[in-house]
């Protein structure tokens, strides 16, 4: 019985860490591909902190393109592209 309560425990660590990877820039990537990448774009419009990110998803002349990220996803997408 240990052996399977130690199993179970593993994959919910698993799946735990997987989740985890979903954040990230996974959002953005959707549109966000090759030429346009988000770290490219983000170094095109210089941009260099999560308050610049926020503003220009949330205010820029593409805010509309923007529209469904949470405030989360672009926390996260800060985060993994290691905005301050
Ligand atoms: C529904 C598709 C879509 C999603 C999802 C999306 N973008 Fe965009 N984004 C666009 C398009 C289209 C543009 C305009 C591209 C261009 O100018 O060539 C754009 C432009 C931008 C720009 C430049 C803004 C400006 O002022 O010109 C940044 C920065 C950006 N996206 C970051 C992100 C980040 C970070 C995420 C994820 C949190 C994200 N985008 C998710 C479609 C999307």
């Known amino acids: ?17 997987a989740s985890f990877g979903f954040a990230g820039t ?9 030429e346009k990448a988000v770290d490219k774009m983000i170094a095109k419009k210089k941009i260099t902190t999560a308050a610049d990110l926020t503003k220009a998803l949330r205010e820029g002349p593409k805010a ?18 290691k905005l301050k």
């Open 64 to 81: 509309g393109m923007h529209k469904k990220l949470t405030d989360g996803e672009i926390k996260s997408a800060a985060e993994a592209l």
């Open 26 to 34: 996974e959002k953005c990537d959707k549109c966000h591909k090759g």
């Open 1 to 17: 019985m240990k052996k399977l309560l130690a199993i179970v425990v593993a994959i919910i660590f698993i799946l735990g860490l």
